[in-house]
């Protein structure tokens, strides 16, 4: 069984940059895809980034494209999101999720995804 836990979500001001964690267990790592997804009160889950098993391939959703990046450091069996240029419509809690495959690249379906953290609150606001 895979655990994922998120960290870094905090409150933020418009503007300000902020960078989640998601650390991985019991698994092996290097093999998953990692995704990035973010739900919004009262809003569906929305996909954000994803990176293959390497870290060569990324893929962002249009809404973050420029200002997020995702990556990974597969030797301590973690994937982060840098954020900046923060606007109050980030504010959501934000999801690292990992999938076994094998699917057609880029993988932005949640429900492709095989094993969920329980998500990172991230609040930007004045």
């Known amino acids: 069984q895979v655990h994922l836990v998120e960290s870094g979500g905090r409150l933020a001001q418009p503007g300000d940059s902020l960078k989640l964690s998601c650390a991985a267990s019991g698994g092996n790592f290097g093999s998953f895809v990692m995704g990035w997804f973010r739900q919004a009160p009262g809003k569906e889950r929305e996909f954000v980034a994803v990176i293959n098993w390497s870290g060569y391939n990324t893929y962002y959703a249009d809404s973050i494209k420029g200002r997020f990046t995702i990556s990974r450091d597969n030797a301590k069996s973690t994937v982060y999101l840098q954020m900046s240029s923060l606007k109050p419509e980030d504010t959501a809690v934000y999801y690292c999720?990992?999938?076994?495959?094998?699917?057609?690249?880029?993988?932005?379906?949640?429900?492709?995804?095989?094993?969920w953290g329980q998500g990172t609150q991230v609040t930007v606001s004045t």
């Open positions: 999720a990992a999938s076994n495959g094998p699917y057609t690249w880029p993988i932005v379906r949640a429900s492709r995804y095989d094993y």
